[in-house]
Nanobody, 120 residues
Framework: QVQLVESGGGLVQTGGSLRLSCAAS????????MAWFRQAPGKEREFVAG?????DYVDSVKGRFTISRDNAKNTVYLQMNSLKPEDTAVYYC????????????????WGQGTQVTVSS
């Protein structure tokens, strides 16, 4: 069983930066692929970034967002730079064993979400 707790969301102006954190419980964190998804009002949940042995990103955030993990701290991060109003959403941390992917249904564990709002 893995429990995930996100933090770091907030309100930021266009062009600003935020860093999201996701703290995981459990002793086998390094065995899990981690990902960030987001969901804007009226839209489906969308893959943003994932990391296992390497990182993967949705095209709309490439060059602006960076996913990283610290296995010693059981934490995954999402550094978000050059934020745009269209990045506004609830951001969710997710985990699944071994392999990352872009499909939300493939992930077994989810955090409660953290709101990111980018004002224009």
């Amino acid at each position: 069983q893995v429990q995930l707790v996100e933090s770091g969301g907030g309100l930021v102006q266009t062009g600003g930066s935020l860093r999201l954190s996701c703290a995981a419980s459990g002793r086998t964190f390094s065995s899990y692929a981690m990902a960030w998804f987001r969901q804007a009002p009226g839209k489906e949940r969308e893959f943003v970034a994932g990391i296992a042995s390497s990182a993967d990103y949705v095209d709309s955030v490439k060059g602006r967002f960076t996913i990283s993990r610290d296995n010693a701290k059981n934490t995954v991060y999402l550094q978000m730079n050059s934020l745009k109003p269209e990045d506004t959403a609830v951001y969710y941390c997710a985990a699944r064993l071994f392999y990352s992917g872009t499909v939300s249904a493939d992930y077994n564990y989810w955090g409660q979400g953290t709101q990111v709002t980018v004002s224009s």
